[in-house]
Each structure stands twice: as C-alpha cells, then as structure tokens.
C-alpha cells in the first residue's frame, strides 16, 4: 500500500539509509512512481549525500602529518 | 567503522593508529571547526591523548570508535574556547581542492567544495557532527549516537535536519 507525501517525510531518513522494513520500503517505493515532487526531493537529497561522501573527506597535509608526528614522538 | 573490536592486549601501535585514523580525525575537526590549522590541532590534541591513555585501552568497542570520541571531544572543547573569544568570519579557512583536472572541470569543482564547505558550517554544531560522521565518514547511526553520546534517534533527527538544509542550500548543484 503507497503512503502520502508526509508519511514519506516521516519515513525518508530511513528509507535514505537504507533501513526501512521491506513493507515500508515497498510502500515509499509506489509513492515515488507516482509523486514527482517527492521523487525529485529523494534524487536531490541522495545527492546531497554522494556530493559530502565524494569531496567531503579531507587529508591532513603533509607538512602538518610531519610536525604532528614529530611532536607525537616527543611525547611518547 | 573500519575495524572491529581488538581482543584485549592487543593494542596497535601509535603509527598504526595515525596512519588510519589522522585524516579521519581531520576531517571531524575541520567540519566542526571550520577552520583547518585549527582542525590540525585536533588532530595533535587527540593523539597526545591517545598516547596517554592507549595502555588503559581496554579493547571495549572498535578502537575508532574511542578515537572519534576523543577528537570530537577536543573539536569541542578548541569550539568553546574559540566562542569565549571574538571570532572574525574572514578567519576560517576553508580547504582547497588537491587534484585539480582540466582548468574548466577544476573552476566548477573548486566552486561546488567551496560552496559544500559554507554550507555545512552553517549548520549547528552538533548538526554538523552527526552528518560528518554518518553521511562523510560512514560511521554506522548507532556508532554515531556512541561517539556523540546521544541517542540513534537524536542522531536521526540531527541527519534529517543536516540533508534538508543542505539540499535546498546546494539545489542547484544537485542535478
């Protein structure tokens, strides 16, 4: 059975993680065949996601990793 | 997480430990912070911890997990210190792209990270937390809820508010 637009918004943070029963999932599934508008919500906020997991890691510069290091070894 | 839970006594080495975990824990502080000589404090801060206290280790719980509490805790504690003094905006220092392609393909993608990087700090903080370690990082939402010490549907609420805004911040990227 499909849900409405604001059961959906209840169940999206799930449904993005992937962590909806199969029931749930189903149902937000035949809402979003129908539904551009929340399709549309769905496609950007899935990109909102793949955007931070691609350029949101960062890594500590080589000159920092040195002087960190160094200063880890005087601790030690 | 990445690692599983060490069976005791067997504790790696410090090098190993940075090696895994330095650009991780800089990613959390330059998130939270947003600014990076700041977040390589956090770095510093953390592993000076971690020397003191890596003998007592008990190996309860993946060892990352006990690495991003301990550099979650010092992002916020430099957070708070930095609060009891004036911040001046122009001072963060956003981070800028290491491997550039084409000039073209580089200008639109310095663009979009440069844009990426406001928005995200305009997020409150604890908001902020939570989706760097759920959404960059890809912690679990109940390793997230152990680090941040709050409950997996605090976490929840904290995402859904973090996607949100950043979707209608970012919209026009996102097509």
Known sequence: MSVTCNELDVLLPEFLDGTLTPAQEAAAAEHLATCKACALEVNELEGVTRLYKEYGALTLPDDARKRIMGTLDLEE | MSDTTLPQGNVPTLRTLF?????????????????????????QETFIKIIHSLATYRGEGP?????????????????????????????????????????????????LVAEMDKAIFELSEPVRAAFTLRDIQGLSTKEVAEILDVSESAVKMRLARAREALRLRLKEYLV
């Open chain 2, 63 to 111: 060892i990352g997990g006990w690495i991003y509490r301990i550099g979650y805790r010092e992002a916020i504690a430099i957070s708070r210190k930095r609060r009891e003094t004036v911040m001046d905006p122009d001072s963060v220092t956003f981070a800028t792209l290491e491997a550039p392609q084409s000039v073209e393909a580089s200008v639109l993608q310095a663009e």
């Open chain 2, 19 to 43: 090696n895994e975990f330095a650009d991780a824990t800089y990613t959390l502080g330059y998130r939270i912070l947003g600014d990076r000589h700041l977040a390589e404090d956090v770095v």
